[in-house]
């Protein structure tokens, strides 16, 4: 093994462990609010007293997705450990990436590569659900460990072995979650620049060492395409792919899409932090222009940054759902974009250029800190007012006349309540949910939320809802009565059904499907 | 003085030895460290301070002594756990180097110290937080008193012995189930040093003897002292007081020998069946190795019986608090089950044997022992950590939903027609709720699990402590019974007819004097079934 690493270029050194060790501490710290405090998604409030099962995922064709938590964990969440395994899968990924596009090897360079990578506040979104976090940073892992076997493989002698390995690594991210797809090109891209303006490789050349690299990823696509045809998941919304047909139109509108990626502001990403990035960017961007002499290779150069950008919208070219702007996918893309324009200026010749390079990614790491202790702060206070809003509304449950704790009711939860966005007051271009909106009281959760702490069980989790229940009395209630929680009428038991009203926007939707029901 | 400095340097290089442990303990348990949630005895001991005398009542004389010692009696958030969990660590490590004197690699140490110290059977030892620090720290007490017993059979016998008795006795009189470490440890070196360095008989017998006096003193001083306190009525006569008779102890080898052994295969809640498998395998390929080492060396029967002897000592030792006890004990506790399946008593005797069968393996000269060793202490740390962080888990949702329920109930109370903010009352729970269950997916065939598992945070029995506690006043007073005087005819309808299990309206009744919460079904109608008693008898 250890030979084996040696010859890969992976046995770790003091300074790989040092810089190994000082980076997972300071990610540590950037989310420790996070890992101290249990908080978790809504998808997350069953898994939480249960357990993840290997098929957990499948439903949605993510069918590699709790194979990590199965072996490390037996399936629980656990707090704590739930974000330390994810780090340190996210560090060891991010250590291999450095080595993959060998970016210059100090203490210093690799604490600051690997740190100001991972403490981006795209890694945020995978905190939000506690059930995907292990998986999704250890994806990241597979990745790089893919794409640096592949590398390896046109010197190799053990070709079969290591193609064999990297197609393993990419067909298990893709199964885990596919828009992953998009950090396989981003870092191929990165890969190829650096070569082509830090090792002068011809064209020819870096299509002999990257064939295999395309090969594989074409080659787990495949199988992953053919798992999900067997598997034949229930909910495709995110497996939905574009026809050939769209593909032209669509590709340049993610042209357009990917560059304003530099630009767009999402929840804690504003305009300022934004602006820094993509300073930095366009400085190691320009900087490798400068490094060849002939105005063709110096379009090449540009042909290839063109590609890399463009590859962080890939998925958003290849499915019909909207992806563009949103975190968890970026997190995959353009958060690697930017890892690899500060890759590129720690690296960059005349040593200005490494300088600033140290400058500005200081500064953005403690940019990325003060975003991700505001983010979770106010989750946490978020967090906090939704579930004292819960324990209201189960309260108002038990002490109601017309409520029997040794009966099943058939639960409905109008509308939902999101309060995060309440203690926020950044300004963004684009919302995303993950990062500031979703609630942790979802409508769809409801029933198995009001149990969470309640020593008794009284939701009918088998049966929804049905038109039967909406009886003259009910619907009479809702359409005249009703009114958005904290009012009295904001709760409606009888001795069939639980009804809770949250919001107006949710009542004056059901209020509309009470019409259809009773015209 | 330059032995000292010597040994001051020795100490020194085996300093991260015990860090290593102390940071997996630590991590195994951060969301208890980090999030201060109390056991149902320690609601009053949080806010008062414990006293050198509280532990007097059931005879555990030395309980509060480090507790004064280090934090004045208080109670403290993560300085709590974290000087027991100190205590522990370093008492395994000084186990390992200078009681048992294994000198494998720093790494195979560290992993093998952090592998027992993270067993989860010190997950019951956590619950309480008035007696965690004094629980972990007697290993360490222990730890010492078996070095310096140790040290007395090579100099200054008197000396070193008195000082090893001293200490064993402190400990017993802390927690008198400590006393499995102790005779765990003896039985584990003796078996040592009959392997590995071949000890005649007579050899053996001088280091049985020095222990065994130790032993049998402090058990003596422990029984003395106990008659003392209960003559002079500081202590209850307890269900651990009572000391089985020289019979009943040779009655009971075959049923405590059977106990040690279904113990590695005997599941509990967070002792689940991969645990003990691991278990087993370590302790079985022990057996297997001694085995074979001594029918390598040996072809005299007399040495192959007594390494025979010395394993069956080894089987009681591992439940030799519960091989003690008196058979007609008078507490359910101290029947011989459960008394032999208590997590508490098993975290001193199991992770010593299986801390001690990992080095024994690891120095054996096959590649292979000291391979089986290294992969089972790197799957059982595995599976002690994500067992520990599951329990910690399940504690702090447990304790989080208990405490939203007496939220809920304290404000039922408060919004009760007849609730007079100035009035004291005499709360009567009929029932509890334990919440941690809900949290916890039980298999088949668990046993018991009280402390771990299934004791709720609250007891009805001392409801005054937990209603007062985030009051602004004391509104509840000590005590749960109604007296006949006090039955007024609303009262009597609510008992005899109108009383519902929470959270029906019927489930609380306020009058001037009481406060009567009707918790469970089963607690509503034992409360039933006592008012007719009482209200019969009055009659």
């Known amino acids: 093994m250890k030979e084996f690493l040696k010859k890969l270029n992976l046995l770790p050194g003091k300074t790989d462990l040092k810089a190994w060790l000082i980076s997972f501490g300071i990610i540590n710290f950037a989310f420790l609010y996070h890992t101290l405090n249990f908080m978790w998604g809504n998808h997350d409030v069953k898994f939480i007293k249960e357990e993840l099962l290997l098929s957990s995922g499948l439903f949605e064709g993510r069918f590699t997705q709790f194979i990590p938590y199965r072996i490390l964990t037996s399936g629980q969440i656990l707090p704590i450990l739930n974000n330390l395994l994810g780090f340190a899968f996210l560090t060891t990924g991010l250590w291999i990436l450095a080595k993959y596009w060998n970016i210059k090897k100090s203490l210093i360079g690799y604490v600051l590569f690997i740190s100001f990578v991972a403490t981006q506040p795209y890694t945020l979104s995978w905190m939000y659900f506690t059930f995907i976090t292990i998986s999704c940073l250890l994806w990241t892992l597979l990745a790089t460990v893919g794409l640096y076997l592949s590398e390896h493989i046109n010197e190799s002698s053990y070709k079969v072995r290591l193609s064999l390995i990297a197609i393993l690594c990419f067909y298990l991210t893709l199964g885990g979650y596919p828009p992953i797809i998009n950090m396989f090109f981003v870092c191929l891209g990165g890969k190829i620049i650096i070569s082509y303006v830090f090792e002068q490789k011809s064209l020819k050349q870096l299509f002999q060492i990257h064939k295999f690299t395309v090969l594989n990823i074409i080659i787990a696509a495949i199988l992953f395409k053919i798992s999900l045809l067997i ?74 940054w063109v590609g890399t950008i463009w590859a962080t919208a890939l998925t958003t070219f290849l499915v019909v759902p909207h992806t563009e702007y949103v975190s968890r996918i970026d997190f995959y893309g353009f958060g690697f974009l930017y890892a690899l324009t500060a890759g590129i200026l720690l690296t960059l010749t005349p040593k200005i250029y490494q300088s600033f390079g140290v400058i500005i990614i200081t500064f953005l790491l403690c940019l990325n ?35 029997n704790a040794n009966h099943q009711y058939r639960f409905y939860q109008v509308g939902d309540i999101s309060l995060r966005p309440n203690y926020y007051n950044g300004s963004f271009e684009f919302n995303d949910v993950f990062l500031l909106t979703i609630p942790y009281l979802a409508m769809w959760q409801g029933g198995n939320l009001l149990e969470f702490y309640t020593p008794t069980a009284y939701i009918n989790h088998k049966l929804p809802l049905l038109p039967e229940d909406i009886t003259p009395e009910v619907y009479d209630f809702f359409m005249h009565k009703a009114q958005a929680w904290p009012h009295p009428n904001s709760i409606y038991i009888n001795q069939d059904i639980i009804i809770i009203v949250y919001n107006q926007v949710g009542l004056d939707s059901f209020k509309n499907t009470l019409r259809t029901l009773r015209p | ?142 730890t010492l008193s078996l070095i310096a017993t140790q040290k007395a059979t090579e100099k200054n016998f008197i000396l070193w012995e008195t000082f090893g008795f001293i200490l064993l006795y402190i400990a017993l009189g802390g927690y008198p189930g400590c006393i499995n470490m102790y005779v765990t440890a003896v039985c584990c070196r003796l078996i040592q040093l009959k392997i590995t360095q071949q000890l005649s008989i007579s050899q053996l017998g001088k280091y049985i003897l020095a222990h065994a006096i130790n032993l049998i003193l402090a058990l003596g001083l422990l029984k003395i002292t106990f008659d003392y306190l209960q003559q002079n009525h500081f202590m209850m006569n307890m269900y651990n007081s009572q000391a089985a008779t020289l019979l009943e102890l040779i009655q009971k080898i075959p049923t405590i020998v059977q106990a040690s052994i279904f113990a590695f295969t005997e599941t509990q809640p967070f002792l689940s069946f991969s645990l003990k498998g691991i278990l087993s395998t370590i302790f079985i390929i022990f057996l297997f190795s001694v085995f074979i080492q001594t029918f390598k060396t040996r072809k005299n029967k007399v040495d192959i019986l007594l390494i025979l002897i010395l394993i069956l000592g080894l089987l009681i030792s591992l439940k030799f608090s519960a091989w003690l006890i008196s058979n007609n004990a008078d507490n359910a506790f101290a029947k011989l089950d459960p008394a032999t399946s208590m997590v508490r008593t098993d975290f001193y005797s199991y992770p010593i044997l299986i801390l001690f069968c990992l080095y024994f393996m690891h120095e054996q000269k096959k590649q292979i022992l000291k391979n089986i060793s290294f992969i089972c202490a790197i799957s059982l740390l595995i599976t002690n950590i994500n067992t520990n962080l599951n329990f910690s888990k399940t504690h702090l949702l447990g304790f989080t939903a208990e405490n939203k329920l007496l939220e809920r109930i304290i404000n039922r109370l ?48 001392i409801a005054f402590e937990y209603y007062n506690f985030y009051a602004p006043q004391d509104f509840v007073q000590e005590g749960t019974s109604i007296r006949p005087e006090d039955l007024t005819p609303k009262m009597i309808a609510f008992l005899s007819t109108q009383m519902t299990s929470w959270p029906h309206p019927y489930s609380i009744y306020v009058d001037d004097n009481y406060a009567i919460i009707a918790l469970t079904p089963e607690g509503k109608e034992l409360l039933r079934n006592q008012f007719n008693l009482l209200h019969l008898s009055h009659q």
């Open chain 2, 414 to 461: 408060e919004n009760h027609h007849h609730y007079q903010t100035n009035n004291v009352y005499t709360v009567v729970q009929a029932g509890e709720i334990p919440l941690r269950t809900k949290y916890y997916q039980k298999k088949a065939h668990e046993k018991y699990g009280y402390y771990t598992l299934n004791t709720p945070y609250s007891r009805h029995w």
């Open chain 1, 369 to 403: 800190i003060l975003n991700d202790y505001q983010a979770l702060k106010i989750w946490k206070q978020g967090h906090d007012a939704e579930f004292q809003i819960l324990d209201n509304v189960v309260e108002r449950i038990e002490n109601h006349p017309q409520f």
């Open chain 2, 1 to 142: 003085m330059l032995k000292l400095k010597q040994d001051i340097n020795k100490i020194k290089t085996d300093n991260y030895l015990w860090i290593v442990p102390l940071i997996v303990l630590c991590i195994s348990f951060s969301p208890l460290l980090f999030n201060f949630i109390w056991g149902n005895h320690d609601w009053l001991p949080l806010i008062q301070d414990n006293r050198l005398t509280s532990g007097l009542i059931e005879g555990r004389f030395s309980q509060y002594i480090l507790l004064n010692l280090l934090l004045m009696g208080k109670i403290l958030p993560i300085l709590n756990i974290i000087i027991g969990f100190f205590f522990y660590s370093i008492s395994l490590c000084y186990l390992g180097r200078y009681y048992f004197k294994f000198r494998p690699t720093k790494l195979a140490t560290t992993l093998y110290i952090s592998t027992a110290a993270s067993l989860p059977y010190i997950i019951e030892i956590l619950y309480f937080h008035f007696i965690t620090l004094s629980l972990l720290s007697w290993t360490f007490i222990i």
């Open chain 1, 231 to 304: 598997l034949n998941p229930n909910n495709v919304y995110n497996l939905e792919t574009e026809s050939l047909n769209n593909l032209p139109h669509k590709f340049i509108q993610t042209i357009s899409i990917s560059f304003k990626q530099f630009f767009i502001t999402v929840p804690f990403m504003e305009m300022g932090y934004k602006l820094c990035l993509a300073i930095m960017s366009f400085i190691a961007i320009i900087g490798t222009l400068f490094i060849p002499s002939k105005a063709t290779q110096k379009m090449l150069i540009i042909f290839f």
